[in-house]
């Protein structure tokens, strides 16, 4: 018996599609500035991982260091400092890789205030703050930063909603903060089932419902938390549209960066 080999590839293309590997992705949420937070400890794992999301197909990096706890001494003149010293580095390896500033902004009540002075960033000057709250945040405390976030001017992108107990135990939340003015990301691990079925279910409900505006890596380190986000492009343009995977993964970001309404 003869095999054909050409006609059973064909088949099981047709019913397997293979996707190619996109790039140009924007991640807007990443701790890769180097030695300011808990991400990359140092230069050469800051240029290891600005490698490891280049060669995954992302083209665009937003460095968001935390500002939470001790973090705070982190004044926006040291991290602008070492934003261009890191840049120039990037620039002689990768220049065609876009690297922007701004900060994952934990609230706190002096936070609008710290914002208007600029003593907090927001992301690359614009209009736009990734706005952080604690896992254990209840409903009127995100409400109520987020109010008071755009009653200063930004508009928030709720820094990996997911994560907090109260977006997963009241489903009406996203529509609250949605209806606000606020923009949500989710974490690329979280969508793939990194942090636990009812985090994967929860991120997939908002896709669902197109409510959720961004995906980014919120990368750490190269093992643990490393800045990946074609898995995930593969899992959402496959489940969802590739329309929506692009908005998710590229053209929304666009906004930010040009600082326009989304
Ligand atoms: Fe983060």
Same mark, same amino acid.
């Given at each position: ?38 991400? $990359? ?5 800051? =240029?290891?991982?600005?490698?490891? +999301? ?10 968001? @260091? ?9 004044? @926006? ?19 065609? =890789? ?22 907090? =960033? @927001? ?22 930063? %987020? ?8 508009? @928030? ?14 489903? +009406? ?6 209806? =606000? ?30 409510? $959720? ?22 899992? %959402? ?17 666009? $906004? ?7």
């Amino acid at each position: 018996m003869t095999i054909d080999v050409l006609s059973t590839g064909q088949e099981h293309e047709r019913k397997f599609p293979v996707q190619k590997a996109m790039t140009g992705f924007v991640d807007i949420h990443t701790h890769i500035l180097p030695g300011v937070d808990d991400g $990359a400890a140092d230069i050469l794992e800051g =240029m290891k991982l600005v490698r490891m +999301a280049w060669e995954d197909g992302t083209r665009a990096l937003f460095l968001t @260091p935390h500002y939470r706890g001790s973090f705070k001494e982190n004044t @926006p003149a040291w991290l602008h400092e070492v934003f261009s010293m890191f840049r120039q580095s990037v620039a002689e390896e990768l220049p065609e =890789m876009k690297l922007y500033l701004g900060s994952e902004a934990h609230y706190e009540a002096a936070l609008p205030e710290l914002l208007c002075e600029g003593k907090v =960033m @927001p992301l690359l000057n614009s209009q736009y703050v990734l706005l952080e709250f604690l896992s254990t945040s209840v409903r009127s405390q995100i409400v109520n930063g %987020v109010s008071e976030v755009i009653r200063c001017g930004f508009t @928030p992108v709720i820094a990996h909603a997911e994560r907090y107990n109260a977006f997963r135990k009241d489903a +009406a939340l996203a529509d609250t903060v949605l209806a =606000m003015g606020a923009l949500i990301q989710l974490n690329a691990s979280s969508i793939l089932g990194k942090h636990g079925y009812g985090i994967k279910q929860f991120c997939h409900r908002l896709l669902q419902q197109r409510k $959720a505006h961004f995906i980014a890596s919120d990368a750490h380190d190269c093992a643990q938390r490393p800045p990946l986000l074609q898995a995930c492009w593969q899992r %959402v343009s496959k489940k969802y549209t590739a329309d929506y995977a692009s908005a998710l993964f590229r053209e929304n970001a666009q $906004a930010i960066i040009e600082n326009r309404d989304l």
